[in-house]
């Protein structure tokens, strides 16, 4: 003969599995939110690997802007276009987009930013012609290994900057660079790819520091 469950039983079986569901929650999205900063790093991985093939090929230099006054010249679509790794933004699957990065379906786009040194700016911080690379600097460090190379961007700007702000970091919700728990994921020149906190990130905005200067 079958045992019914009363109502009281039943209940505490539906409460007991609440109480069980409140307890695994949160660790599911721990490992989720992990997951999704695995594929960040082999997103970095494989668009600095690719960059410094573009630059052994170039006389050292990255991937930078061909030039800011045309469609389709900006340094993902450059390697994308020479067939150094593809670039669609309309594709959220693909190697430019985070996880939990910003989503955006525009070529001036990208959830990766390279250091500005290696397309924006000069030794001494001024602006460069974006359509001249005369003065940009090459890929040759000594210190590679702590020099930055790429690194989740800022909402989707493709170029990361030395002046970051707390704001930058931490208030932009997806849009954060620190947007893995409060850490960031880097290339650096050297090739490894790592995650910075968002405190030690701002420890580094003086922008002739090595992290910035190659």
């Known amino acids: 003969m079958h045992k019914k469950f009363t109502l009281i039983e039943l209940l505490v079986v539906i409460a007991i599995i609440g109480i069980l569901a409140s307890l695994l929650l949160p660790v599911l999205g721990k490992a989720r939110k992990k997951a999704q900063s695995t594929v960040c790093k082999n997103n970095l991985k494989q668009i600095s690997m ?32 020479l067939n150094y790794l593809q670039f669609n933004p309309q594709n959220g699957n693909s190697s430019y987009h985070c996880p939990q990065g910003t989503p955006f379906t525009k070529v001036w786009e990208s959830n990766y930013a390279l250091n500005f040194r290696f397309g924006r700016y000069t030794d001494d911080g001024t602006a460069t012609p974006w359509n001249s690379h005369d003065d940009l600097f090459t890929i040759q460090s000594n210190h590679a290994s702590s020099t930055l190379f790429l690194m989740d961007s800022a909402d989707t700007q493709r170029w990361i900057w030395s002046n970051l702000t707390a704001n930058t970091l931490y208030n932009l919700g997806t849009g954060s660079v620190a947007r893995h728990n409060n850490f960031a994921n880097l290339a650096y020149l050297d090739g490894h790819v790592a995650s910075l906190s968002g405190t030690a990130i701002l420890s580094q905005n003086g922008f002739e520091t090595d992290f910035w200067m190659p």
């Open 50 to 81: 690719a960059s410094l093939i573009y630059a052994e090929d170039n006389n050292d230099l990255a991937p930078a802007d061909l030039d800011s006054g045309l469609a389709n010249t900006q340094w993902p679509v450059t390697l994308s276009n």
